[in-house]
């Protein structure tokens, strides 16, 4: 049960995420090369603006993206109400941006 | 000519809005015999309370539409011996509509979506005024010619798992056509046909599985004109700001 | 609607589609917390991080990037879908990215052991 404003959050948020996942998806290749540990982590992070900017964007799309997604399943696969859609659309978009946006605070400050 | 003595292993679901199930029945085979001949002879022969919907025989009019072996197809263009599997041969009303009586189903929430989507002709002419000249080669006019011979057989409806999935959706037919409405220039109602098709059971819905174009009879594109639809919305949500 | 219905490669791309975004929705709450430990203590990110030092660990993660790279790749034949001019060629896009990811997976699986 989608109408036009969360269609395009939808898309909107995958156009933006497209590239910060190529990034991601190349870090993660160039990081795990000799193991990880959080010193390494950390030292490429930290006070970096260009890399809370990376991970706050991504974060932000993330969590926009993943709350109408789950919604889309909760409705069509998992029948739930659909007064029960917009309560469930928020909460997984609050609980997802809180929780990446601690993550990124933590690896950047 | 084949055997007269071959026979086709036939089940034919009966039934109603409450239930029912298959009865088997074995139907001589001829040459080009179509699913509708199969039905019919089952009537003629075999079962004469079997209520089934058919009118023009030559697919035009897109009222046999049925089940046949697990997929929807127009019954009297359907050659059995496209469509057999070994000697057998399923037959059932409609997925996604409701079943009235044995093979016939219950169009109402077709026809209803049909209209909910706004896929009727608003005029902005009278008889009085001339009529409107448009080329064949105006590329709207082109857009809705690839859209346009669309007969309501509800097969592409019947196809589509995401009116399975969510009832609401005005599925591919009905969105299909007011894709070739928005191409009309001749057409009064652009403004309100967008707001109908964006509305939450309507185009953004549609996850582009193509079940509507693999199975439409007159080989249509319903996910292309409902991307089309997108685009449309989209586009004229951002550049205005508002679409209501 | 039968088996043939059923193995159509448009309806398995948008299985793993929805698969893949589930998966992925579920692990993200996990990645946040783990990376969330280094706020108050660098030292409790390391004693998880160990974990990825298990084959078994590598392996899990390089099925996480296979998933991300199918909901990317599958993600972005949509876009085109829908914001591009029709093509025909979906099923030859679909195969693909399901190539690319697996290619993009199988890399970080080399790099990772």
């Known amino acids: 049960m989608i109408g036009l404003r969360l269609y395009l959050a939808q898309r909107l948020s995958a156009f933006l995420m497209a590239p910060l996942v190529i990034g991601h998806i190349a870090t993660m290749i160039y990081a795990v090369q000799n193991g990880l540990t959080a010193s390494e982590i950390l030292d490429r992070t930290q006070g970096s603006l260009w890399w809370g900017a990376f991970y706050g964007l991504f974060v932000g799309a993330v969590s926009v993206h993943a709350a109408i997604g789950l919604r889309a399943i909760a409705f069509e696969t998992l029948n739930l109400p659909v007064r029960w859609l917009n309560p469930l659309t928020w909460t997984v978009g609050m609980v997802l941006a809180l929780l990446g946006g601690r993550a990124v605070a933590a690896v950047v400050f | 000519m084949r055997e007269a003595a071959e026979a086709l292993d036939v089940k034919v679901w009966r039934g109603n809005a409450h239930g029912g199930g298959y009865r088997s029945y074995s139907v001589p085979a001829q040459e080009s015999q179509t699913v509708l001949d199969v039905v019919t002879w089952i009537q003629q022969h075999a079962e004469p309370t079997l209520t089934y919907r058919f009118a023009c025989r030559v697919g035009m009019c897109g009222s046999c539409a049925m089940m046949v072996n697990g997929e929807p197809r127009w019954t009297c263009r359907t050659h059995v011996r496209r469509v057999l599997d070994g000697k057998r041969l399923e037959i059932a009303p409609l997925r996604n509509l409701p079943v009235i009586k044995d093979l016939a189903t219950d169009m109402a929430e077709f026809f209803d979506k049909w209209t909910g989507a706004e896929g009727v002709f608003h005029p902005t002419a009278t008889r009085k005024d001339a009529i409107a000249p448009i080329s064949p080669a105006d590329p709207m006019r082109q857009l809705a010619n690839e859209a346009v011979e669309c007969i309501n057989c509800a097969v592409c409806y019947s196809a589509c798992d995401t009116v399975t999935a969510n009832p609401s959706y005005l599925g591919p037919a009905a969105l299909n056509r007011a894709w070739t409405l928005q191409n009309d220039e001749r057409d009064g109602a652009y403004a309100p046909r967008l707001r109908a098709v964006s509305a939450d059971g309507g185009c953004f819905n549609c996850h582009s599985h193509q079940s509507c174009l693999t199975y439409c009879p007159n080989d249509l594109n319903p996910t292309a004109s409902i991307a089309g639809l997108k685009r449309l919305s989209s586009t004229s949500f951002l550049r205005r700001g508002r679409t209501r | ?113």
């Open chain 3, 1 to 113: 609607m039968k088996a043939k219905h059923n193995r159509d490669p448009l309806r398995i791309a948008s299985l793993i589609h929805r698969i893949s975004g589930l998966a992925l929705a579920l692990f993200l709450p996990l990645h946040f917390y783990v990376l969330g430990l280094a706020l108050n203590d660098a030292a409790r990110l390391d004693t998880f991080l160990r974990w990825t030092d298990y084959p078994l660990v590598k392996l899990a993660e390089a099925v996480l990037v296979l998933l991300l790279s199918l909901h990317l790749f599958g993600g972005l034949r949509l876009l085109a879908l829908e914001f591009l001019p029709w093509s025909p060629r979906q099923k030859a896009y679909a195969a693909i990215a399901a190539a690319l990811s697996f290619f993009v997976s199988i890399g970080f699986f080399l790099s990772a052991v």
